[in-house]
RNA sequence: GGGGAAGUCGCAUAGUGGCAAUUGCAACAGACUGUAAAUCUGUCCUCUUCGGAGUUCAGUGGUUCGAGUCCACUCUUCCCCA
């Protein structure tokens, strides 16, 4: 049987690299699941993998789409099945890598396939959220949804927008749709976990923001200007440099915060892993030794 | 040496007689099925059987039923004149 070696772990914890070593031995390819890596025009700030490191293996999913065109997880997992099923005709084994959680589970537990809503309805809703209505949103969705409602957080807006806009695309319970069996996959998952000990990754993450500032973060944030307003730039190591250029806050602040939130990022990963059973936890640090060893059919 | 302003829970900030004391940041924990590096929640002086209990607002003393808030002195910091 067919196995996708899932390298999963923090922000800064060396999980870019440790996939390309993976990859080499194993003579397969990568697929990553970052959220922020898809975009051509992130590269800097979202850690895209070097120049070296995309030669030296096949990645996919790094830089395939433009800001303008937002990816969502319902078409990666689709392409990323496809890219799967393509790469399995030569290969035993695939590597999947990437930091963001519900990408991760999109590709390994599936997702179940939602309607869209239509440009108008999103935006009406949003509108009804902006304007204070969120409490009549709620007795929407008791009244369509009593199931979902009674287990929502009714405090995120997000997640009562998009409850209500897939009820009324689909015309069914949200709870139903999500409710739905997901099929298994046609391959093994074995998930390893790359570990950092806490004060030695805030300080990998306070030196990779350095270097990056270094090697022209400002720039690349500079010329993204003109997208500042888009989601997908809602991003740490952008959203704070958009602040500087303000004139809000100081450069030297700006690095501050990118430093702070990058690690609560890393801590909100760490959390989300814990959903997850048979993690195989390996430290950063060890991961050379754990290579020499590994063998993807004895896990 | 003279005059003025100020010291609040890690940092910043609110509070001019009823306060364990506002807000932001940071920290810590958590949620997550189409924005996910997003969005949202809880804790954040100490102890707690989560009902409360005990200590707090530079220090000491005083006024008051009651003081972070008023008064006196002390210490510290900042600004102006010398």
């Known amino acids: 049987m067919k196995t996708l070696i899932v390298i999963v772990g923090a922000t800064a914890t060396g999980k870019t690299a440790a996939a ?36 030296a293996a096949k990645h996919h999913f790094i830089a395939c789409r433009s800001v303008a065109e937002p990816y969502n997880v319902f078409e990666y997992e689709h392409d990323a099945l496809a890219v799967l099923n393509q790469l399995f005709k030569s290969k035993d084994t695939a590597i999947a890598v990437g930091g963001s959680g519900l990408y991760v589970d999109a590709l390994c ?37 009593p199931e979902y409602y009674a287990i929502v957080d009714r405090r995120n807006p997000i997640r009562i927008q998009r409850a209500l806009e897939t009820i009324y695309t689909s015309g069914r319970k949200y709870s139903e749709l999500t409710g739905e069996k997901l099929p298994e996959r046609p391959f093994r998952i074995v998930k390893i976990g790359i570990r950092c000990e806490r004060n030695e990754l805030r300080d990998r993450i306070d030196r990779r923001v350095d270097a990056m500032m270094q090697a022209g973060l400002l720039d ?49 990963q760490i959390t989300w892993l814990k959903r997850y059973d048979g993690i195989s936890w390996v430290d950063r640090n060890n991961f050379e030794d754990f290579l020499q060893v590994f063998d993807p059919k004895r896990y």
């Open 20 to 55: 390309v070593q993976m990859a080499q031995k194993l003579g397969t390819e990568i697929l990553s699941c970052d959220s922020r890596q898809f975009y051509n025009e992130l590269s800097i700030g979202v850690a895209r993998p070097s120049d070296d490191e995309l030669a």
């Open 220 to 268: 690349e944030v500079s010329d993204l200007l003109p997208f500042r307003g888009l989601n997908t730039l809602n991003t740490v190591g952008y959203k704070e440099i958009f602040e500087y250029l303000d004139g809000i806050k100081s450069l030297e602040q700006a690095i501050t915060e990118i430093k702070n939130h990058t690690w609560q990022y890393a801590k909100k």
């Open 109 to 145: 537990k599936g997702i179940n396939l939602m309607p869209d809503p239509t440009p108008e309805l999103r935006a009406e809703l949003s509108a009804r959220i902006a304007a204070g209505h969120l409490p009549q949103l709620l007795d929407e969705l008791q009244r369509l949804d």
